[in-house]
């Protein structure tokens, strides 16, 4: 694969960024201010028919939870997700990873496109705010609800995007020839994945819509894209 100029180098990792960064933003302005709106037209909340799938697995398992692993998983859920999620597109970039961003970054795209009608139109309501206990963050942070909810809402619970981003990364850094990296990804999505269950966030059908949705959406891009 031919080396970059400096200049070269710059442009096509700017793309990548401001993709991501437009995106993050549209999730923000959702959140924030759509949200509301298109869930008070649609007018009606579909969690119900989950628990009754479901049958209270999650709440149930929830009840269980002890401080140590509580803390755990709040460092998991707070800290490790977006330090991975970030981290590794700084390490596309700083190792010149073309393949390896381009595919995160197309996929990412995708996973977003096709989770957003879900969050405007059909409204599931997170576990814990369900049956009314304390969200888990907020026990080891206080105070970390607020900003929770800043970036979410209660109600954009299917399909679970930190399980969807958490696994892009780990398929995208596959790409890489950095087999400890790849392990690592592997390890802190696997850590996510039981995290959103473990602290009454998601219910299970939300982290099987985002295991779908990250696998098709990465592998739809690979497909029907070409090496850069």
């Known amino acids: 694969m031919p080396r970059l100029t400096s200049q070269q180098f710059a442009s096509s990792y700017f793309v ?17 201010l759509i949200d509301p709106y298109t869930t008070a037209f649609i007018g009606q909340n579909f969690t119900s028919f989950i628990q009754s799938l479901e049958d209270g697995i999650v709440h149930g398992i929830s009840q269980y939870s002890t401080p140590i692993l509580t803390c755990f998983f709040v460092f998991i859920y ?22 390896a961003m381009k595919t995160f970054v197309l996929s990412f795209s995708l996973t977003y496109g096709i989770a957003l009608p879900f969050y405007l139109f059909v409204p599931i309501t997170n576990v814990s705010t369900y049956y009314g206990t304390t969200l888990s963050l907020n026990t080891v942070l206080p105070g970390i609800e607020q900003f929770f909810y800043a970036t979410t809402t209660s109600n954009n619970c299917f399909p679970s995007l930190h399980v969807a981003m958490t696994l892009l990364v780990a398929q995208a850094v596959s790409l ?24 009454a966030i998601h219910w299970i059908t939300d ?14 891009v690979k497909r029907f894209t070409k090496e850069p």
């Open 78 to 99: 707070i800290i490790l997700y977006p330090f991975t999620l970030w981290f590794t597109v700084l390490y596309f970039m700083l190792a010149d990873k073309r393949k």
């Open 16 to 32: 990548y960024l401001l993709i991501i960064i437009l995106i993050v933003i549209l999730h923000l302005l959702e959140v924030n």
């Open 176 to 199: 890489t020839n950095n087999k400890r990296y790849k392990y690592f990804a592997y390890f802190c999505a696997i850590c996510v994945i039981i995290s959103v269950i473990y602290l």
């Open 207 to 220: 982290v099987l819509g985002g295991i779908l949705l990250s696998f098709g959406a990465f592998h739809l």
